[in-house]
Structures are given as structure tokens and as C-alpha cells.
């Protein structure tokens, strides 16, 4: 073959569309290993399951409750005149038949909602990243601030061994060096606390995923700022939303409910064939049997009650969207002012540890007092604990606009497992 004509040909394919390309963050655990995590939680295994349940529902709806029933009948006929008895015996088939626009509207019953757990699977694995993402963002914090404590408590050392040598010197009071220990002694405390929380955060996102590895020093993130505009994150995240695809399929669950009920108004007729033998076999008989139901008031009750339940979902459809967009503008808000506010944060925190450290040289030469010192190096504490912070929830924020745009990590039911990830 021609290689122009296989080429034709394999263009021909019907091949799935592209998967989505994602790429490895060095701030974030590597792709593969978010999968295997957000695939093994428990929320996501039921998801899973529920496929099986929505699949054997379409079979079923497809099939209808129609079946086949057999019909046995026997009888003894007695004759007065003259004095006869005859053994007589019948036996029938009926089976409902579902009509045309019943069978496609249960069809289409049976596929919507193998879509809408494919949906609820999306949201599960969305709500998993999520929560992933946030245990993530936690450890990092109470990671780095044991480090920050670490430090500080270096300095702190440093200082009282500078104390000790000016009072050796006979530069300093001994109640320096008592309110240099103090102050070591304190942070040290601090220290603790962090370094209990940080194996707290640590040990809960392992517990939580397996499959997650910490890293021993995980890369402290470099915030980026959101420079596109409210509307085009907004038109991201309603192109793809699970929670408001999920209100979107149970209106269309309950207008083909409606619909379905709308057609119920006509009852299924029930055909059947009989054979029988009378009067001791002399007589054979066989026949077909049509059987219509008479509608009463409580189809026309159903109908009532199934568009009611359309308007129901349609309020309610509108109302997600309103969520949808208002959690938007929310996380787009957000990541805009802690962007802002770390930039602000690093600059102060950058003054703080100026400031301390010429403070502390003053020390040193004697130029100024030991509280002015451990004030400084305490504040200078506090800018870069809430520096870090800062850094962290604008780097959060920006990735939790990602997530929520489906570009971070594969959280939807049809994301290919062998998606091209880009380092």
C-alpha cells in the first residue's frame, strides 16, 4: 500500500480526542502520584463502584418491566342433560407491550444517568484534589514554619553566646544572659509546637495518601500572580463543573421524567395467544387476547407531580450557578489579594530582618540594649512567620483556580491514564 493511502486511512480512524497535557509543579507531589492517590480514596472508590450501578440500571430500564406471563387454566363442565362431565384445560401467553415513545424515553433514562455518574466519578476525583491539595498546602505551612522556628532558635544561640562573652568581658550585667535564656528558652518551646505540628499535618497526608511521598525539603513555592480576568476563570470553570453539570443532569432527569409520565398517560396494551381443549378434547380452541387498561386519576396525579419536580430542579440549577460563579469570583478575589498581600508581607519581613541584625551588630559593639535586640529578633519572627504564610495562600490560591479549572491535576471520569505530563 501506498504510504499517502495508509496515511488516509489511519486519518480515518476514529481515534478519542486529545487527552489533556498536564505537567509536574516542583512545588507540588509529581502527577503520577496524584493519581494513584486521588484514584485510591475512599470517596473516589465508591464513585467507581456506583458505575456499575448506573450501568445495570441502563440495562434495565432498556429492558423494561415487561415479561412474558403464562396462564394455566383447568376446569371440569358438567352436562345435566344427558349426564356428562368433560376434563377442559387452557393455557395462555400475555406480555405487555411498551410503546415506541416509551421505549426511547426509558432509553434515554438509562443514559442519562450512566452520564451522570460518570459526573458524580468527576466529582469525586474534583473533591479528592481538592482536599488533597489543601493537606498539601498545610504541611507545607507547618513545614516551613518549624524551619523559620529552627532558625530562629540558631539566632537566639548566637546571641547568648555574644551575651556570655560581654559579660565575661565585663560589658553586660548577668541579668542579660538570664533574659538571653528566657528568650531562647521560649522560642525553643515554639519550636516544639511546630515541629509537633508539622508531624501532625505530615502524618495525616499520609495517612490520608498513601501514595504521596513528603519530600525531605519540599520546595517552598513561588507565588504567581493572576493576571487574566475574572470572566475568562469564569468561563473556564462553568465550560467544565461537575456540581453544576451534576444540577444540570437532574433537570434533564426530570423532564424526561416528565415526558415519560406524560406518555404513561396512555396505558400499554397487553396482547396475548391461548390454546385450550373443551369438552374432553372434542372442542380445541385457540385465540388472541388484547387487554387495555382504563387510565384513572392517578396518572394524571404522576404527571402533576413530575412537572412540579422540573421546576424544582430548574430553581435549583439556577441556584448552583449562582454558587458556581459567586465561589469563582471568590477564589479569583483571593488569589488576587494574596498575591498582593505576600508582596507586601516579603517586604516587611525583609525590613524586619534588616532592622534585627543591625540592631543586633549595635549590640555586639555595644551600642545599644539587649531588649531592643530580642524585641527586634522577636518581630523579625513574626514578619517572616507571616511571610511564609502569605507565600503559601497566594501560591494555594492561584493552584485552587487551576484545580477548579480542571488544568492542575486529571480529576474528571474520562481523564486518560496515560495523559502526556509535561516536566
Avoid: C
Avoid at 494574596?338 to 516587611?348: C, H, L, M, S
Amino acid at each position: 500500500m501506498k504510504p499517502y493511502l495508509l496515511a488516509v486511512l489511519i486519518a480515518a480512524l476514529p481515534f478519542p480526542a486529545m487527552a489533556q497535557t498536564f505537567q509536574n509543579y516542583p512545588d507540588l507531589p509529581p502527577l503520577f502520584e496524584v493519581r494513584k492517590a486521588l484514584e485510591n480514596t475512599p470517596m473516589v472508590r465508591t464513585a467507581r463502584t456506583s458505575l456499575g450501578v448506573a450501568s445495570a440500571d441502563r440495562d434495565r430500564l432498556r429492558a423494561g418491566s415487561y415479561e412474558t406471563n403464562v396462564r394455566v387454566d383447568t376446569m371440569q363442565r358438567r352436562v345435566s342433560v344427558p349426564s356428562e362431565k368433560f376434563s377442559e384445560w387452557s393455557v395462555g401467553l400475555e406480555r405487555s407491550l411498551r410503546l415506541p415513545g416509551k421505549s426511547r424515553i426509558d432509553g434515554e433514562l438509562g443514559d442519562q444517568g450512566m452520564a451522570q455518574a460518570r459526573v458524580v466519578y468527576g466529582d469525586a476525583l474534583h473533591e479528592s484534589g481538592r482536599m488533597l491539595l489543601k493537606s498539601w498546602f498545610v504541611w507545607l505551612r507547618e513545614f516551613n514554619q518549624e524551619k523559620q522556628w529552627q532558625i530562629q532558635v540558631g539566632l537566639l544561640r548566637d546571641q547568648l553566646v555574644v551575651v556570655e562573652k560581654r559579660i565575661k568581658a565585663g560589658d553586660a550585667a548577668r541579668l542579660e544572659q538570664l533574659q538571653a535564656q528566657a528568650a531562647l528558652s521560649q522560642a525553643e518551646a515554639q519550636l516544639a509546637q511546630a515541629h509537633m505540628r508539622a508531624t501532625i499535618a505530615a502524618n495525616d497526608l499520609t495517612q490520608r495518601y498513601p501514595g504521596i511521598a513528603l519530600p525531605a525539603a519540599p520546595v517552598l513555592p513561588e507565588p504567581v500572580p493572576v493576571s487574566e480576568s475574572l470572566d475568562y476563570w469564569q468561563q473556564l470553570v462553568l465550560a467544565d463543573n461537575h456540581e453544576l453539570s451534576l444540577a444540570r443532569g437532574e433537570t434533564q432527569h426530570s423532564r424526561l421524567m416528565l415526558a415519560r409520565s406524560e406518555a404513561d398517560r396512555i396505558p400499554d396494551p397487553a396482547v396475548g395467544i391461548r390454546y385450550g381443549s373443551e369438552r374432553g378434547g372434542a372442542e380445541r380452541l385457540i385465540g388472541v387476547n388484547l387487554t387495555i387498561p382504563l387510565p384513572g386519576a392517578r396518572r394524571a396525579a404522576s404527571q402533576a407531580s413530575a412537572l412540579a419536580s422540573s421546576e424544582v430542579a430548574a430553581e435549583r440549577e439556577a441556584g448552583v450557578l449562582t454558587k458556581v460563579k459567586t465561589e469563582t469570583a471568590n477564589s479569583w478575589l483571593t488569589a488576587q489579594s494574596a498575591y498582593q498581600a505576600w508582596q507586601a508581607a516579603t517586604q516587611a519581613a525583609t525590613a524586619m530582618h534588616n532592622n534585627a541584625d543591625l540592631i543586633a551588630r549595635a549590640y555586639s559593639l555595644g551600642e545599644s540594649g539587649l531588649s531592643d535586640v530580642l524585641t527586634a529578633r522577636r518581630q523579625m519572627q513574626e514578619a517572616q512567620l507571616a511571610a511564609i504564610s502569605a507565600r503559601l495562600d497566594a501560591a494555594e490560591a492561584r493552584y485552587r483556580l487551576l484545580l477548579d479549572t480542571h488544568t492542575l491535576w486529571p480529576i474528571d471520569a474520562d481523564a486518560d491514564d496515560h495523559a502526556p505530563i509535561v516536566h
